[in-house]
């Protein structure tokens, strides 16, 4: 069975950091792409970064870029999101999610259940 | 303001037939395939209709989606009480060399 499970939430400051974690199982992790998602409190879901499996493409959304990076360890089965220089507008459920086609990277077919980062003073 | 345009909210009474629109452009819809998610209060997204029209196992063939130009939709026919949810329109964006989200459409079943 396929399972994401997200976890390093929590409550920042703004200007902090966090590093989120995706753990994988069920599945060949380093054949698959790995997307991060948000969401803000009764808002819509956000595109925020992607990683294909050898780690050799990568994408960050103009929102986050230069302050988050994505990484994974496939020896772990593994994703993380490195968050720096954080602010109010950060503050979503963050969801790790597998890219069913490494081609079709909107075509996520399995998703963790989220972790909460709040920024706020 | 997404990239991709969803109404807000539908609605419709059990068994009825509710369609809910997704609008791009060329460098997302126009181009690439579509997806849709359904997100159940409280949970996480779930991937409802893929490439335009397929439908995952175990996805019930009262969820349609078409596309045709620069935009898609989502039919849900024979609407039930459990299909209140948030939907998603999903595609990949060209230009920004990402995924794309719309906004989001809440389905009320009245």
């Known amino acids: 069975e396929v399972q994401l499970v997200e976890s390093g939430g929590g409550l920042v400051q703004p200007g902090g950091s966090l590093r989120l974690s995706c753990t994988a199982s069920?599945?060949?992790?380093?054949?698959?792409?790995m997307i991060w998602v948000r969401q803000a409190p009764g808002k819509g879901l956000e595109w925020v970064s992607y990683?294909?499996?050898?780690?050799?493409?990568?994408y960050y959304a103009d929102s986050v870029k230069g302050r988050f990076t994505i990484s994974r360890d496939n020896a772990e089965n593994s994703l993380f999101l490195h968050m720096n220089s954080l602010r109010a507008e950060d503050t979503a459920v963050y969801y790790c999610?597998?890219?069913?086609?490494?081609?079709?990277?909107?075509?996520?077919?399995?998703w963790g259940q989220g972790t909460l980062v709040t920024v706020s003073s | 303001q997404s990239v991709l345009t969803q109404p807000p909210s539908a609605s419709g009474t059990p068994g009825q037939r509710v369609t809910i629109s997704c609008s791009g452009s060329?460098?997302?819809?126009?181009?690439?395939?579509v997806y849709w998610y359904q997100q159940l209060p409280g949970t996480a997204p779930k991937l409802l209709i893929y490439?335009?029209?397929q439908r995952p196992s175990g996805v019930p063939d009262r969820f349609s989606g078409s596309q045709s130009g620069t935009s898609a939709s989502l039919a849900i026919s024979g609407l039930r009480s459990e299909d209140e949810a948030d939907y998603y329109c999903?595609?990949?964006?060209?230009?920004?060399?990402?995924?794309?989200f719309g906004g989001g459409t809440k389905v009320t079943v009245l």
């Open positions: 999610a597998r890219a069913a086609d490494k081609w079709e990277l909107p075509y996520l077919d399995y």
């Open positions: 069920g599945f060949s992790f380093s054949d698959y792409s």
């Open positions: 990683i294909s499996g050898s780690s050799d493409t990568i």
């Open positions: 060329s460098s997302n819809i126009g181009n690439n395939f």
């Open positions: 490439r335009n029209r």
């Open positions: 999903a595609a990949w964006d060209d230009r920004l060399s990402g995924g794309v």
